[in-house]
């Protein structure tokens, strides 16, 4: 596929079954996520992938920490956690390792671990592997950081859902470039030569 043709399509693929992107594909895709921009080559992210019966363990997780903000939740919604993970073969968990550096601040390394999750769902699409970045109230919670081993200086910033596309694609919305794109302008002498 060529890339400004798949830059320019790529969807989510909600809908996601077996198989899994095999050990080649994920190579690929990784090797895409680690070409993100980064300053001062801090490599802020670390990917943790989980598969196979680690996804009901990680549903556990979802479903003890659910319960630890909510103690009156109903065994379907406790149900309802336990089975998330289940929505696609392998899941990336996106972890953020801040570095305090003097010249980038967190907010940076954060955006750098996104813009690495974005070459993941291009390098995804490009295969022809289904994926969606997924999230949700209990993915920024302390306890399922603490439960995936994550250290106190990094972040879970979600999942990113894999597997083989499953039901038809979705249809493009299309958008129009000039509604989010135009050039500014310095009010100031915009108005001096207007003499506003
Ligand atoms: C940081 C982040 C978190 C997201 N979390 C969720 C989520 O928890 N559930 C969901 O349905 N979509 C979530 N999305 C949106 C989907 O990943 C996807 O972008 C959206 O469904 C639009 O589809 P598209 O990527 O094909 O345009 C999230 C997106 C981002 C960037």
Same mark, same amino acid.
């Given at each position: 596929?060529?890339?400004?043709?798949?830059?320019?399509?790529?969807?989510?693929?909600?809908? @996601?079954?077996?198989?899994? $992107?095999?050990?080649? =594909?994920?190579?690929?895709?990784?090797?895409?996520?680690?070409?993100?921009?980064?300053?001062?080559?801090?490599r802020p992210w670390r990917f943790l992938?989980?598969?196979?019966?680690?996804?009901?363990?990680?549903?556990?997780?979802?479903?003890? &920490?659910?319960?630890?903000?909510? $103690?009156? #939740?109903?065994?379907?919604?406790?149900?309802?956690?336990?089975? @998330?993970?289940?929505?696609?073969?392998? #899941? &990336?968990a996106l972890v953020c390792k801040i570095? *305090?550096? $003097? *010249?980038?601040?967190?907010?940076? =390394?954060?955006?750098?671990? +996104?813009?690495? +999750?974005?070459?993941?769902?291009?390098a995804a699409y490009a295969l022809g &592997?289904?994926?969606?970045?997924?999230?949700?109230? &209990?993915?920024?919670?302390?306890?399922?950081?603490?439960?995936?081993?994550? +250290?106190?200086?990094? =972040?879970?910033?979600?999942?990113?859902?894999?597997?083989? $596309?499953?039901?038809?694609? *979705?249809?493009?919305?299309?958008?129009?470039? *000039?509604?989010?794109?135009?050039?500014? =302008?310095?009010?100031?002498?915009?108005?001096?030569?207007?003499?506003?």
């Amino acid at each position: 596929m060529e890339l400004l043709q798949g830059l320019q399509q790529r969807v989510s693929t909600p809908r @996601l079954t077996e198989p899994a $992107p095999d050990a080649r =594909q994920l190579e690929q895709i990784f090797q895409a996520a680690l070409r993100a921009p980064d300053h001062a080559r801090l490599r802020p992210w670390r990917f943790l992938t989980v598969a196979g019966e680690a996804r009901h363990a990680l549903g556990e997780v979802f479903a003890r &920490v659910a319960l630890e903000d909510q $103690p009156d #939740l109903a065994p379907e919604a406790i149900a309802r956690f336990k089975a @998330l993970p289940l929505r696609a073969p392998l #899941l &990336v968990a996106l972890v953020c390792k801040i570095t *305090k550096h $003097p *010249k980038v601040p967190d907010i940076e =390394q954060q955006l750098s671990v +996104a813009a690495a +999750a974005q070459n993941i769902l291009n390098a995804a699409y490009a295969l022809g &592997v289904g994926a969606m970045w997924r999230t949700g109230s &209990v993915s920024y919670h302390p306890a399922t950081a603490s439960a995936l081993g994550l +250290a106190r200086h990094e =972040q879970l910033l979600g999942f990113i859902y894999m597997g083989t $596309p499953s039901g038809s694609a *979705k249809k493009l919305e299309p958008l129009e470039t *000039k509604d989010y794109v135009m050039a500014w =302008q310095d009010q100031a002498s915009s108005q001096r030569v207007t003499g506003e």
